[in-house]
């Protein structure tokens, strides 16, 4: 059965685990972001780590303890008011931006010289770039759908993108006006193991299925982890376009022109 919403793979497709901050190996130094009321700490997280034994706490004696972490706090009191507000957008997808930016806002605030009360923020180099915390970097193919990109394109169209591995991982995205109006695993079973293989067959059948043209990219998943890695991808992007790393079905000029212009001009 498809799911309109199809949120575990589309959490692995575009949210993928970040392998630089979850490497065994290394000291978890990545941010530390804290919902506190109050100096209390009510909820802590970072990436790949276990933070509960804090709750409870005081932020004074973690932000002693860390002392060589980044530590972002926000009050219950802002919190709250964003999960309210953001209970009035239509679905999940836009809920999380919309917690995001209100993240985003904070921490732009609590860096400046006019920090709210009860609110702080213990900056590190590593922890900004081009003026964004890479805790919030969106997705680089869901940021360029939602810019200038929808300026440009149909007014209603597919992506279907498959990374190529062992095991091999699809999703099918609907976007019209901009805006993410599904996102699954589309079910091909009707269409047969071989013709499944085939990404002409495949483009075609979810484009006839829907109604709408539909852009098929193909790509190994260790690139496409490598890209969501990085926080500008559109040079690796245009390099593999012109290596056929990356494999564009149909080839549209256009499709194929804006993710060219972005590795080449940044736009």
């Not at 530590?71 to 009191?77: D, E, G, I, T, W």
């Not at 009360?117 to 939602?146: C, E, K, W």
Request: proline residues 6%.
């Amino acid at each position: 059965m498809e799911l309109t919403y199809d949120w575990r793979s589309f959490q692995s497709m575009f949210y993928p685990r970040r392998r630089s901050l979850v490497r065994q190996s290394a000291e978890p130094a990545g941010p530390v972001l804290v919902i506190r009321e109050e100096d209390v700490i009510i909820s802590a997280f970072a990436e790949s780590e276990d933070l509960s034994d804090w709750i409870g706490a005081r932020f004074e004696e973690m932000a002693a303890e860390l002392s060589h972490r980044e530590l972002v706090s926000f009050a219950r009191a802002d919190v709250d008011e964003w999960m309210v507000d953001m209970l009035g957008l239509p679905h999940f997808q836009d809920q999380m931006e919309f917690l995001r930016s209100k993240a985003e806002e904070a921490l732009a605030s609590k860096r400046g010289p006019n920090a709210p009360a009860g609110t702080m923020a213990r900056t590190d180099v590593h922890a900004v770039s081009n003026g964004r915390d890479p805790l919030y970097r969106p997705h680089f193919l869901l940021s360029a759908i939602q810019g200038w990109w929808k300026k440009v394109l149909p007014s209603a169209y597919g992506i279907f993108i498959r990374l190529e591995g062992q095991p091999s991982e699809d999703l099918f995205i609907l976007v019209r006006r901009g805006r993410l109006e599904l996102f699954h695993k589309s079910d091909l079973s009707s269409m047969g193991a071989e013709r499944c293989r085939q990404p002409e067959d495949v483009v075609k059948y979810l484009s006839e299925k829907h109604m709408v043209p539909v852009q098929g990219v193909f790509v190994a998943a260790r690139d496409w982890l490598d890209w969501s890695d990085s926080p500008n991808p559109w040079g690796k992007i245009a390099s593999g376009l012109q290596t056929d790393r990356v494999k564009l079905v149909p080839l549209r000029w256009d499709f194929l022109g804006l993710m060219t212009l972005r590795g080449v001009f940044g736009l």
